[in-house]
């Protein structure tokens, strides 16, 4: 079986994991299904002005960082602006939604599955994504001789690659929910702190995935090190959404 054909592998792992936050958060809550779609809207309508932003002025900026710092600060300031850029959009509209709907956080079971709605969203539209251009190209259709390279080339570089794409989506669906969940209960609560550690860990998790683009490092270094960069923020977010969860639970059951 060649690399091409085991990214099929990664590619459903990524909807996979998705399906199964989905699935765990529902039967432990019985938590209304609208409130994952809630999650997923709030991530499309993000994800689309931060393009927007991103076509608008990363090339802009990045040459102006370029020009004018060393290799390392550039590194580092790039990730950081990427950072900044898609936690204003992902992170300030989770905030700007529920200072207009109080109810997006009336609870924790409520916040946190707004939460994985986002992430689950995300990747099962990544997961779709790379299960298409895989399949167009074992399909042999003409302008698809680049996903054939950069899978081998990512293959070449990291053992058991097709673990990565579920991994990363594994950590960024914590993330998604921590951070959420944070900004959700912290409008609700009175609780600033919580807000602004919502926007902190989703600023620093895309900073470092950020900067890993920036250094042009993906396909030259393995791809465990980025994982196990952005390891440390979903082993944060884990306690939080337990605590969250523990601290705002209201047990009263919903139906669809």
């Given at each position: 079986?060649?690399?091409?054909?085991?990214?099929?592998?990664?590619?459903?792992?990524?909807?996979?994991?998705?399906?199964?936050?989905?699935?765990?958060?529902?039967?432990?809550?019985?938590?209304?299904?609208?409130?994952?779609?809630?999650?997923?809207?709030?991530?499309?309508?993000?994800?689309?002005?931060?393009?927007?932003?991103?076509?608008?002025?990363?090339?802009?900026?990045?040459?102006?960082?370029?020009?004018?710092?060393?290799?390392?600060?550039?590194?580092?300031?790039?990730?950081?602006?990427?950072?900044?850029?898609?936690?204003?959009?992902?992170?300030?509209?989770?905030?700007?939604?529920?200072?207009?709907?109080?109810?997006?956080?009336?609870?924790?079971?409520?916040?946190?599955?707004?939460?994985?709605?986002?992430?689950?969203?995300?990747?099962?539209?990544?997961?779709?994504?790379?299960?298409?251009?895989?399949?167009?190209?074992?399909?042999?259709?003409?302008?698809?001789?680049?996903?054939?390279?950069?899978?081998?080339?990512?293959?070449?570089?990291?053992?058991?690659?097709?673990?990565?794409?579920?991994?990363?989506?594994?950590?960024?669906?914590?993330?998604?929910?921590?951070?959420?969940?944070?900004?959700?209960?912290?409008?609700?609560?009175?609780?600033?702190?919580?807000?602004?550690?919502?926007?902190?860990?989703?600023?620093?998790?895309?900073?470092?995935?950020?900067?890993?683009?920036?250094?042009?490092?993906?396909g030259q270094i393995s791809m465990w090190w980025i994982e196990l960069a952005l390891l440390p923020f979903f082993l944060?977010?884990?306690?939080?959404?337990?605590?969250?969860?523990?601290?705002?639970?209201?047990?009263?059951?919903?139906?669809?």
């Amino acid at each position: 079986m060649n690399n091409i054909t085991i990214s099929l592998i990664p590619a459903t792992g990524m909807i996979i994991v998705a399906a199964a936050a989905v699935f765990y958060w529902r039967r432990l809550t019985m938590l209304q299904f609208k409130w994952f779609w809630a999650g997923a809207g709030l991530w499309i309508v993000a994800v689309i002005l931060k393009l927007i932003c991103a076509l608008l002025a990363n090339e802009a900026v990045m040459g102006f960082l370029k020009e004018r710092l060393s290799y390392w600060a550039f590194v580092s300031a790039g990730g950081l602006f990427i950072g900044i850029q898609s936690s204003i959009f992902e992170i300030g509209l989770t905030l700007l939604a529920v200072l207009i709907w109080l109810q997006f956080g009336q609870d924790a079971r409520r916040a946190i599955g707004i939460g994985i709605g986002a992430g689950a969203f995300e990747a099962i539209i990544l997961g779709i994504a790379s299960l298409t251009s895989i399949i167009l190209f074992l399909a042999g259709v003409q302008g698809t001789e680049k996903i054939g390279e950069s899978i081998d080339t990512i293959a070449a570089t990291t053992p058991v690659f097709w673990l990565i794409a579920p991994v990363e989506r594994i950590i960024a669906i914590g993330c998604h929910t921590s951070s959420r969940a944070l900004i959700l209960l912290g409008v609700t609560q009175k609780k600033p702190a919580m807000v602004f550690l919502g926007f902190l860990i989703f600023t620093l998790l895309d900073s470092v995935a950020g900067a890993a683009h920036v250094a042009g490092k993906i396909g030259q270094i393995s791809m465990w090190w980025i994982e196990l960069a952005l390891l440390p923020f979903f082993l944060i977010s884990i306690p939080i959404i337990r605590w969250c969860y523990i601290r705002w639970n209201e047990p009263v059951k919903e139906t669809v």
